[in-house]
């Protein structure tokens, strides 16, 4: 688990050394704020490593709001960290500014050789939600322009690399316009931004979304913590499809019951087992904001994402 005395920690993301350690980046922001909402307009991306994805070495963090002005000097949000072929890490992020009150969401690009040292590629978004798909900012719909959470993995057949995001349909019921947002890269710095792969199922976002394979299963894997009658109470949902292409369906996702936890990732360990990571968010009604530890998971076509009780998860309540 990973817990820090003077700082709310929440959305993470993984990503694994030659040396085999893990290192984990996270949104952080002082608990000197005293109200939890207000963290995320003082956001930044944290850096701690690990040999065993349980015990946590906090080092200096990854990347911090940009001098203003700039389109992310407010706050740097959730991504996701990949190789690229020449051996450059590439960490993608969400940004969003002060000139805009917060409420524009653009995604960037920061670049290391180490893992360690991140500096921006540019001054510039990198992708941008594009108006023929995807919902712009819109007050009397939703209360934010969505375009978020970039997962970046590579094309199963070496054609490119596929960025999915949290974003809305530019039609259909407000609060049910949350959908998979999709770009395509032939190098990591160049991207075109596609239709969605999912259409409106319901839900008002899809946040952190992440495609991983488990056991065989294609899935993607999504929160939600927009109140979704029609969806119940569930907030961590999985999706299975052919490949990790999609199709996504939303009608067949299917509720994940991990009470209290928030933004969970799939994160093969040392034995390739899969493991759900994710951020506690509130607990007896009270604002967490710590890492729990890593629960085993599995696939089962009849029972869906199998997590092992929480009891057997350090940092999670039983």
């Not at 939600?224 to 907030?235: K, M």
């Not at 369906?249 to 299917?254: G, I």
């Amino acid at each position: 688990m990973l817990r820090l005395p003077d700082h709310w920690v929440w959305d993470s993301w993984y990503a694994r050394d030659d040396a085999g350690r893990w290192h984990v980046f996270f949104l952080r922001a002082s608990r000197a704020l005293l109200d939890p909402h207000r963290r995320h307009r003082r956001a930044a991306i944290g850096h701690a490593v690990s040999d065993d994805l349980r015990s946590w070495q906090l080092v200096a963090d990854a990347l911090v709001p940009a001098d203003a002005p700039a389109w992310d000097d407010l706050a740097t949000w959730t991504g996701s960290t990949v190789r690229g072929p020449d051996g450059r890490w590439h960490l993608f992020y969400t940004g969003v500014s002060r000139a805009e009150d917060g409420l524009v969401q653009r995604i960037g690009l920061a670049t290391s050789e180490d893992l360690t040292t991140w500096r921006r590629h540019g001054d510039t978004p990198l992708v941008e939600a594009h108006p023929a798909w995807y919902e712009l900012l819109d007050r009397q719909a939703w209360y934010e322009q969505a375009w978020r959470d970039p997962w970046v993995y590579p094309d199963p057949d070496g054609d490119g690399w596929h960025m999915l995001i949290t974003a809305r349909a530019n039609h259909g019921p407000a609060d049910g316009r949350g959908v998979i947002g999709h770009a395509t890269s032939p190098d990591l710095l160049t991207w075109t931004v596609r239709p969605p792969l999912t259409v409106p199922g319901g839900f008002g976002h899809l946040e952190v979304p992440q495609v991983e394979v488990v056991d065989g299963q294609p899935l993607l894997l999504f929160c939600t913590n927009a109140a979704q009658p029609r969806h119940g109470t569930s907030r961590i949902w999985v999706v299975p499809a052919p490949t990790v292409r999609g199709p996504w369906d939303l009608a067949a996702a299917r509720p994940v019951d991990r009470p209290g936890l928030y933004a969970p990732r799939l994160v093969a360990d040392a034995d390739g087992r899969w493991q759900l990571v994710g951020f506690l968010d509130e607990v007896d009604g009270a604002f967490v904001g710590e890492l729990a530890g890593p629960v085993p998971v599995s696939w089962s076509p009849v029972d869906g994402l199998r997590v092992e009780s929480a009891a057997t998860a350090v940092g999670y309540p039983a």
